[in-house]
């Protein structure tokens, strides 16, 4: 069975601390690996998809690195607005489109 | 990116009534689209997907009798939760496909809130 996990559950940084958060997956083939970003009562909002093994995608503070086994989002120096649950998904290889879900990251970043 | 709208927000209805809900692509033509749903402090759960011009395809464990799906045109799916109780009180997203950059994305609607009372 595809299975998507992530840790932490939650994380608390303060501003500028800098920190990773982990998803690791177990599939019969990687399609892709995707991460979004969730705010409370909202849908999720892209940020990146990654294909292969040492492929990384930068946007602003967030970086994604995926490995055969896992995937990583560095977050570099954050701010409170990067506060919001981190989803990650993947999208497995034999013709469906559909994506599995972890449970997500809660990222909660003081001031 | 995408933009994939959703309405309504919320709604609220009394049991045994249905309840549809609209997802559209906004600048773009989806030839799939997908239905999720989330309780609280949970994944999304994905409950079928959808295919213009043709029946959808739903998850085992959904009900296809409950949970009617219809993708009537290549920006426009609908869900119809008929004869709702208080048990399918949840988060519903939609998301739908764009070809972007050599493959494809999946872009999230904002999500309804569905309460039944």
């Known amino acids: 069975e595809d299975q998507v996990t992530q840790s932490p559950e939650a994380l608390r940084l303060q501003e500028g601390e800098s920190s990773s958060l982990n998803c690791s997956y177990t599939?019969?083939?990687?399609?892709?690996l995707f991460w979004y970003r969730q705010d409370p009562g909202k849908g999720p909002e892209f940020l990146f998809t990654?294909?292969?093994a040492g492929e990384e995608k930068e946007k602003e503070r967030l970086k994604a690195t995926l490995t055969k086994k896992e995937s990583f989002l560095h977050i570099t120096a954050p701010k409170p607005e990067d506060s919001a649950t981190y989803l990650c998904?993947?999208?497995?290889?034999?013709?469906?489109?559909?994506?599995?879900f972890g449970k997500g990251t809660k990222l909660t970043v003081n001031p | 990116g995408a933009v994939v709208s959703q309405h309504p927000s919320r709604v609220i209805c009394k049991s045994g009534t249905s309840v549809k809900i609209e997802c559209r692509s906004l600048?773009?033509?989806?030839?799939?689209m997908f239905w999720y749903r989330q309780f609280p402090k949970k994944s999304l759960m994905l409950m079928a997907t959808?295919?213009?011009?043709?029946?959808?395809?739903?998850e085992q464990g959904v009900e296809k009798d409950k949970f009617l799906i219809n993708h009537a045109s290549l920006t426009l799916s609908t869900l119809t939760v008929t004869s709702a109780h208080p048990e399918d009180s949840s988060f519903y997203i939609c998301?739908?496909?764009?070809?972007?950059?050599?493959?494809?994305?999946?872009?999230f609607g904002p999500g309804t809130r569905l309460t039944v009372t």
């Open positions: 998301s739908a496909r764009d070809y972007v950059g050599g493959g494809y994305e999946q872009y």
């Open positions: 599939v019969s083939g990687l399609r892709g």
């Open positions: 990654l294909y292969s």
């Open positions: 998904a993947v999208q497995v290889q034999g013709g469906s489109e559909k994506l599995v």
């Open positions: 600048d773009f033509q989806a030839t799939t």
């Open positions: 959808s295919n213009e011009g043709s029946k959808a395809t739903y």
